[in-house]
């Protein structure tokens, strides 16, 4: 486990950065009408309003379809960042990662976006998803890179399938860690596809509270927190030092 934490990497494995925040709606059909109030909003910021394939999709089976409950039916775009709605979901995404301080910028500006719309009624929890991948080559033991230790029948595990997904308890926030070796990811950086170990850390808080809006900053700060803390935790020292830490 390293011991401390750099300010930033020289070779970032940040492929897209993801916030979320899970809602429930002021009005039926809330999904309808966010779009265009929030690209009246934020139209400078986000000019382009792309239909997704879940706005085919009649309402009826949206709403009594489990999976498809939280899914966005709308983007609005510019360029690698986006920002995605639907009737009980926001999510502010990033392809190309300017540190934690103007991401987090970009969220408080949209969620105080939709705040203005008043078709929030309660916020039920929000969360950060950060998915990396450690370029490698496929002839290196990935699994080495992180600070875990697994044997299956007193082995370490063969690379080829292998997935590992956990879970974690850090005060109000449950993060779940996903891990695949040998996984391909597009590089918007590089404009490239590249492969080499994926990690995805998502950190979830479902203990809002009535008051998110009017205290979002240092509960979004407490998540990001959280995320960065577990995700620094994973690496080894030598895979620190493989990523060129600055600061």
């Not at 540190?99 to 969360?127: N, P």
């Amino acid at each position: 486990m390293n011991s401390s934490m750099p300010s930033q990497l020289g070779k970032s494995p940040l492929v897209e950065a993801v916030f979320e925040m899970r809602f429930e709606a002021a009005a039926p059909a809330a999904g309808d009408l966010l779009p265009g109030l929030l690209y009246s909003a934020m139209k400078d910021q986000y000019p382009q309003v792309v239909p997704l394939p879940l706005n085919s999709v009649p309402r009826d089976i949206r709403d009594r379809t489990a999976g498809l409950l939280y899914g966005p039916s709308h983007r609005l775009a510019n360029g690698p960042q986006s920002v995605q709605v639907g009737d009980r979901v926001l999510t502010v995404n990033s392809l190309v990662y300017l540190g934690w301080a103007k991401f987090k910028e970009r969220v408080e500006s949209v969620l105080e976006a939709i705040k203005g719309t008043d078709l929030v009624k309660r916020v039920e929890r929000f969360s950060f998803k950060y998915v990396n991948l450690i370029e490698a080559a496929k002839t290196e033991g990935q699994l080495h890179f992180l600070n875990i230790r697994i044997e299956v029948i007193g082995k370490p595990p063969i690379e080829r399938g292998f997935r590992l997904r956990v879970e974690r308890d850090d005060g109000d926030f449950v993060t779940i860690i996903e891990t695949i070796p040998n996984a391909t990811a597009k590089s918007t950086t590089a404009a490239k596809e590249v492969s080499g170990l994926l990690i995805n850390v998502d950190t979830i808080c479902s203990k809002v509270g009535e008051s998110f809006f009017s205290n979002k900053g240092p509960l979004l700060e407490e998540g990001h927190s959280v995320l960065k803390n577990i995700f620094f935790s994973l690496l080894t020292d030598d895979t620190l030092k493989r990523l060129e830490p600055v600061g």
